[in-house]
């Protein structure tokens, strides 16, 4: 009876006396590499193979993230503020948007009392 052959390294399978090396799809000497010992990690065909392989996974993953990140939000613009300086009196006003009787709600002349069917001509201005 020989020692009994524990195949450690998870790319490794028991192959009678030998080990059946996954990676590189040979039968290997356990004698010559770790396949049966707990430092298989140091095993060079391990860390060419299995190393690669993490480092591939490791390159996929930060592709993965990058690609998941939530993109730049660009600034909201703000609506155009009231006119600069305020709303004006009727007879300085162009156009009823910039007249404090103007209600941009009922879209009313507070002042005429009227419904303003075109602020951009407001009715205190028509006519003669
Ligand atoms: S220890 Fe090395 S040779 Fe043995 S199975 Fe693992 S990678 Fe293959
Ligand atoms: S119509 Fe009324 S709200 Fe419009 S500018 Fe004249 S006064 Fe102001």
Known sequence: M???LTV?????????FAVF????????????YPCTSDHYQKCPIYRQYAGAK?????????????????PRREPVREEAPPPAG?????EEARTCHECIFYSELTKM??????KVDDPNNPPCKRGA
Not at 21 to 32: E, G, Q, R
Not at 86 to 90: D, I, L, Q, R
């Open 2 to 4: 020989g020692p009994k």
């Open 86 to 90: 305020g709303f004006k009196k009727p």
């Open 54 to 70: 993490e480092e591939k996974a490791e390159v996929a993953e930060t592709r993965k993230e990058a690609e998941e990140a939530p």
């Open 8 to 16: 450690k390294c998870p790319y490794g399978e028991k192959k009678g």
């Open 109 to 114: 002349c507070l002042k005429l009392k009227i």
């Open 21 to 32: 090396c996954k990676l590189i799809n040979k039968k290997v000497s356990p004698l010559k």
